[in-house]
């Protein structure tokens, strides 16, 4: 009795707590599965709300579960960055400022996963913004931790709360980590610019390491962060000029230009020289201009432009053109600035640039795109005309091979091949180029853009023509449409006696489809004649012996007939009806082909006749 006395309790409740567990299994389920409404059925089921999540899914969730031992609901949210998931456990009772045994907090789970709304939203519920997480044995700043997660915002509310940086060199892998990132982490960049925390970082071997690591990662806002807080002086002043100009944006120039040590213009052009890009703004020409460099400014304005409009910065534009009042064409950029600025269709600055002197027209971009093609690209003919009034080059030689022509022709904007022609682009068909260029046109039947090809072809070229229509004989139509049948007739008999006659061509080829299309020229015909030994009777012959039915018939119906007189003919056509498989269709067919008067017999052997 004793025993059953002291055990009842236990097992009373028993059933209650494996209830309890159960709920927190399903929670630690849902959360696991990102399941929101799962999570909701657990907690009005009774489940813990802090319960723990041993098994998360997420990248993020494995770091947690390998490295931190596992997580609650509420900092596997955070550190998935799941709002509504987020809302859902503060409302219901989540302790903001949980501490697991491992020394994980949901603040270090924000600051972790960058996630700044939940950063503020456990500030506003209470949470300890003072405490250092301790995790797996190691302090970790939260500072540090925010800059490592990448989220400018974190980092400014710790500044705003007065929060301090610990020694830089106790988080130096976690440092370097936020320099060398793909992109510039603004995190550390509030970090390095506040005046109190970044001030910190000032060991200068330290600095130095990280501005290296900065510049090989192209991240100009953290290079201008670390010179601002004095990285560039272990350089010399000529370097530390060169990596302003190279990354450090128009504030931190007017700042330098500013100082009692100002530097002489020739060391602005030394270093200026060392720059082909401006890697962080194009705006480091206005202060240039402002403290009186203009003759250093100027030549670099091209190149500011276009990198605005490449990058569509409208705030840099804005700012940028009305410096066009005191610029020439002197230095680089004007002609990608030309090309891009009619590709992005900016008026203002391609007429600024075109009513210079000597114009960049022929500029050229990744070997093929020229003002011309750009022009072509946007389909603006009056720009067009334009362009080659002020001396565009119609007809530039690319390794590429994208003329203006092809570009035309690609882009199905016809009305240029007249003015490219007219500008003076040759065509020789005979090369592989052109011929390929003609292909082009003809493959879409562009007539419009055929005929103004044909009006311009001198006579080398019209041979060529024919050449290109007997090689490729299902073009022959799309000549005729344009209305330039007399390449198949005519006065070039001489010519006929070098190649042959495109319907003979197609004859032979069984292109019904292409000889229709000349026969209905007329082409072929009396006014037209075949050049000796062909007659339109010799080609049906050829046709009706082939088995080529269709095109006998097609020749029949434009006139030609069977010479039946002739005894190979007779043999022939007695050879045909036998081996046809249905001699009656072939009877008729030779009867109504023949050139005999009704009446005429012809004598097949063994009793046949025709």
Not at 436 to 443: D, V
Not at 455 to 481: F, G, N
Request: proline share 6%; glycine share 8%; aromatic share 6%.
């Amino acid at each position: 009795m004793l025993i059953l006395f002291c055990c009842l309790p236990l097992a009373v409740s028993l059933p209650a707590q494996a209830r309890v567990w159960s709920q927190d299994l399903a929670l630690s389920n849902a959360v696991e599965a990102g399941d929101l409404a799962g999570v909701e059925a657990a907690l009005e089921q009774g489940a813990y709300v802090d319960a723990p999540v041993r098994n998360p899914l997420t990248a993020n969730d494995r770091l947690l579960a390998e490295v931190f031992g596992g997580g609650s609901p509420l900092i596997v949210a955070l550190m998935r960055g799941d709002d509504a998931l987020i809302d859902l456990l503060l409302e219901r009772g989540a302790n903001p400022d949980l501490r697991l045994r491992s020394g994980v907090s949901p603040l270090f789970a924000a600051a972790w996963s960058g996630h700044a709304r939940g950063f503020h939203e456990l500030l506003r519920r209470g949470a300890d913004i003072s405490v250092t997480p301790s995790v797996g044995g190691r302090s970790y700043d939260l500072m540090v931790t925010a800059v490592s997660g990448g989220s400018y915002e974190i980092v400014e509310t710790l500044l705003a709360a007065g929060v301090e940086l610990p020694e830089p060199q106790l988080h130096r892998p976690l440092l370097e980590l936020a320099v060398q990132a793909p992109q510039d982490n603004m995190a550390l960049y509030a970090l390095l610019r506040d005046e109190g925390v970044g001030a910190k970082i000032l060991d200068p071997a330290f600095k130095r390491d990280l501005l290296q690591m900065a510049s090989r990662a192209h991240n100009g806002k953290i290079v201008s962060g670390l010179i601002e807080r004095g990285a560039g002086r272990p350089y010399s002043p000529e370097r530390e000029l060169e990596l302003i100009f190279r990354y450090g944006g128009s504030a931190l120039l007017d700042r330098h230009l500013s100082g009692r040590s100002a530097p002489s213009l020739e060391d602005l052009e030394d270093a200026q020289s060392r720059v082909r890009v401006f890697q962080t703004s194009p705006l480091v020409v206005v202060p240039l201009v402002e403290h009186g460099y203009v003759e250093l400014a100027m030549p670099l304005l091209g190149e500011a432009l276009e990198i605005a409009v490449q990058r569509a910065d409208e705030e840099a534009l804005a700012t940028l053109m009305p410096l066009l009042e005191q610029a020439d064409l002197r230095g680089g950029g004007w002609g990608n600035l030309l090309i891009f600025s009619i590709l992005t269709e900016r008026d203002s600055l391609v007429d600024w640039i075109l009513a210079q002197d000597d114009p960049p027209v022929n500029a050229s971009w990744q070997l093929w795109q020229t003002p011309l093609t750009a022009a072509i690209h946007v389909r603006d003919e009056t720009l067009l005309t334009r362009l080659l009034a002020l001396g565009a080059n119609p007809e530039p030689r690319f390794s590429a091979g994208r003329t203006p022509m092809r570009v035309a022709c690609e882009e199905g904007f016809d009305a240029a091949v007249p003015k490219l022609l007219e500008a003076g682009v040759e065509l020789r068909l005979s090369e592989e180029r052109d011929q390929s260029l003609a292909r082009c046109f003809m493959a879409s039947e562009r007539v419009g853009a055929i005929r103004s090809l044909l009006e311009h072809a001198d006579d080398v070229t019209q041979h060529d023509v024919m050449m290109l229509s007997l090689i490729y004989p299902e073009y022959v139509r799309v000549v005729l449409k344009a209305g330039w049948g007399e390449f198949f007739s005519g006065e070039p008999r001489a010519l006929y006696e070098q190649l042959p006659h495109p319907l003979v061509v197609a004859a032979e080829r069984n292109r019904a489809d292409v000889a229709q299309a000349l026969l209905e020229s007329a082409i072929g015909g009396d006014r037209v004649p075949l050049p000796e030994p062909y007659t339109l009777g010799t080609l049906l012959e050829a046709a009706l012996f082939q088995s080529r039915f269709e095109m006998a018939q097609l020749l029949h119906e434009y006139g030609a007939r069977l010479d039946m007189a002739q005894g190979p003919v007779r043999a022939r056509a007695c050879a045909f009806v036998a081996e046809a498989e249905d001699s009656s269709e072939a009877e008729r067919l030779v009867i109504q082909m023949s050139a005999a008067m009704a009446g005429d017999t012809l004598s097949c052997g063994e009793g046949g006749v025709l």
